[in-house]
């Protein structure tokens, strides 16, 4: 079993920056997608960013502009660089590592929350 480990969430004010970091507990080997998601209270999870080993990337349209998803494959750490941060991006973060139907791994989420 693998454990993701996130750090960077926080209180900002509107405008403002934050960097989450995510990192496996292990080695995880082969190709996969690593992604951030989100949750608001009373919505559903969101996708936010997603990045694959091959370099590819998708954002979702309410952060593409803003948000930047990167991910170092030798330590095993996904980032993601959030900038110009509104209000309505205050949520809990997750970080997911996935190899469908291999597996699908989830942390235990950070807060972001963005004040007005």
């Known amino acids: 079993q693998v454990q993701l480990v996130e750090s960077g969430g926080g209180l900002v004010q509107a405008g403002g920056s934050l960097r989450l970091s995510c990192t496996a507990s292990?080695?995880?080997?082969?190709?996969?997608?690593m992604g951030w998601y989100r949750q608001a209270p009373g919505k559903q999870r969101e996708l936010v960013a997603a990045?694959?080993?091959?370099?590819?990337?998708n954002y979702a349209d309410s952060v593409k502009g803003r948000f930047t998803i990167s991910r170092d494959n030798a330590k095993n750490t996904v980032y993601l660089q959030m900038n110009s941060l509104k209000p309505e991006d205050t949520a809990k973060y997750y970080c997911?590592?996935?190899?469908?139907?291999?597996?699908?791994?989830w942390g235990q989420g950070t807060q972001v929350t963005v004040s007005s």
């Open positions: 997911n590592v996935r190899a469908l139907p291999v597996y699908d791994y």
């Open positions: 990045a694959t080993t091959g370099g590819s990337t």
């Open positions: 292990r080695n995880i080997f082969g190709r996969n997608t």
